[in-house]
């Protein structure tokens, strides 16, 4: 075991700050990662306020963070994947049991017997685990990714979460040319999938409830701009939409968007807002719509969508911060300001 530094929270009303953690020493299948750059995800949020009490209650104290990359400093004996000095990336998972249906499909997001990166019990050191707001960190390989040399560090944590998440669900709905896409929150995974939306060939449009957030909207590749508060011109897109992706972390009406689906067409709510939304159930009878959700990806397909981005040089446009900017970039993620992902730059941990 060795100690590394952290920031935490100790209360659902407290703020972060730093401290030292546990970590494991390498066992023989673990990469030990010294982290560079870690993204925010407003799950980050969620989780450290106990947002998702009912679902998923947090265990404090609390490391946030599962937007994850980093340079490996040390392997255990079996690892073949990877050696000290490459660039390595972590997301939301890092074990499962490998043994179940769904781990055999690649699906090791969906295993029973899953961990997260922050706040799943930890086996090895008892307590539970803790997240990327840190100096190191050391996963077995099987949940280690690799990071396409092209790419810039900092916009690339965030494809750990916010890429996944949005490119699962596209790639199921076969979303490209001749497809009419509809992006809902210009947040971090929203702008991720603009993005997605807009290289796979797709006609995207935004619905925003910022409108200064038009001009970056069309820059990232939408090819419309719906300010969603305006029903006007919601009604343009009425019944026209095949396929919504509701990246919204807040309460919303989801009958709105429902409305704009084609027939056959299909929504997918992947943002979490804790309170239940109230569907109607003639937004989908009238028009055979279906409405599902999506769970961040398995292991493979993380692969699938790094190596994507690194073909089509895709980042997210991130702002970089350092740790101790943390509180006030929550402040911001919680007014829709920013600017389209933080990442906070891991540099500035070693100064405290
Ligand atoms: P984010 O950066 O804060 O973006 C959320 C966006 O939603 C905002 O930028 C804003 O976009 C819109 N929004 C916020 N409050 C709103 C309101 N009251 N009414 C309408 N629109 C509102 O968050 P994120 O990190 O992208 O995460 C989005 C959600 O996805 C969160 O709930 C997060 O927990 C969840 N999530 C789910 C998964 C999964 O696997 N399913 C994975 C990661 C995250 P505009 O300014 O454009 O309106
Ligand atoms: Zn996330």
């Known amino acids: 075991m060795y100690k590394t530094k952290a920031y935490t929270a100790t ?27 870690c993204g925010i995800c407003h799950s980050d949020l969620h989780s450290v306020r106990n947002e998702w009490s009912e679902f998923m209650p947090t265990v404090y104290p609390i490391v946030p963070g599962h937007e994850i990359v980093g340079r490996v400093t040390k392997v255990g004996t079996a690892v073949t994947r990877y050696k000290p000095g490459d ?37 090895h050191l008892g307590g539970v685990t803790y997240g990327g707001y840190s100096d190191s960190i050391v996963v077995d390989e099987r949940f280690v990714l690799r990071v396409p040399s092209n790419l810039d560090l900092a916009g ?21 040319k001749g497809k009419k896409v509809g992006v809902v929150g210009l947040g971090g995974l929203g702008h991720m999938a603009v993005k997605f939306a807009h290289a ?8 925003t409830t910022s409108p200064n957030k038009k001009d970056d909207a069309l820059r990232l590749g939408a090819d419309e701009v719906v300010l969603s508060r305006d029903a006007s011109q919601m009604q343009k897109h009425a019944g026209s ?51 599902s959700g999506s769970n961040i990806g398995g292991i493979p397909q993380t692969q699938e969508m790094l190596d994507f981005c690194g073909a089509h040089n895709i980042t997210a446009d991130v702002e970089v911060i350092p740790m101790q900017k943390v509180n006030e970039a929550y402040e911001r993620l ?19």
Do not use: W
Not at 25 to 35: C, L, N, S
Not at 104 to 118: D, H, Q, S, V, W
Not at 334 to 352: C, P
């Open 87 to 123: 660039l390595a990336a972590v997301g939301c998972l890092v074990d499962s049991d490998r043994t179940c249906p769904r781990c055999k499909a690649g699906l090791e997001n969906f295993c029973p017997n899953l961990k997260l990166t922050f706040n799943s019990p930890d086996t």
């Open 200 to 207: 796979l060939g797709a006609h995207v449009v935004v619905f």
């Open 11 to 37: 209360s659902a009303t407290s703020p972060l700050t730093g401290t030292t953690i546990p970590r494991r020493d390498p066992t023989e299948h673990d990469v030990q990662i010294e982290i560079l750059f």
């Open 241 to 291: 939409i095949d396929f919504i992706l509701d990246a919204v972390s807040a309460d919303h009406d989801i009958n709105a968007y429902l409305n704009l689906l084609a027939l056959d067409g299909n929504l997918t709510i992947v943002g979490a807002p804790p309170k239940p939304l109230g569907v109607s159930a003639f937004s989908l009878i009238f028009g055979n719509r279906s409405f």
């Open 156 to 176: 690339t944590a965030p494809l750990l979460c916010a890429g996944i998440t949005t490119y699962s669900p596209m790639r199921r709905n076969s979303v490209g």
């Open 334 to 352: 919680v007014k829709s300001d920013v600017k389209y992902r933080f990442s906070i730059d891991m540099a500035s941990l070693d100064a405290e």
